[in-house]
């Protein structure tokens, strides 16, 4: 069984910076794709970034410029650095990864939320 575990999520001003992280743990995986979405209250669950093994990255366009995904393949980690935070960028944040172990399955982190207000 894979588990993915998040944390850095906050209360943050308008302008500031925050740090994600999710680490994937278990025994005999291999992961894909990883990605971090969102929800904010009374909307829909959208896709904020999305990077491959081989780390070609691609981002929604309300964050590009001031996020930034990246991965650690040997921690089978994922961050999500944040800058220049918006009030309309709260939300819960959820980790996704796409992993083979005997079957291919995604599997998501249990969200992490994200408040930004002054």
């Known amino acids: 069984q894979v588990q993915l575990v998040e944390s850095g999520g906050g209360l943050v001003q308008p302008g500031g910076s925050l740090r994600l992280s999710c680490a994937a743990s278990g025994s005999s995986f291999t992961i894909n794709r990883m990605a971090w979405y969102r929800q904010a209250p009374g909307k829909e669950r959208e896709l904020v970034a999305n990077i491959l093994s081989s780390g070609a990255a691609n981002y929604v366009d309300s964050v590009k410029g001031r996020f930034t995904i990246s991965r650690d393949n040997a921690k089978n980690t994922v961050y999500l650095q944040m800058n220049s935070l918006k009030p309309e960028d709260t939300a819960v944040y959820y980790c996704?990864?796409?992993?083979?172990?005997?079957?291919?399955?995604?599997?998501w982190g249990q969200g992490t939320q994200v408040t930004v207000s002054s």
């Open positions: 996704y990864a796409l992993i083979t172990t005997i079957m291919v399955g995604g599997y």
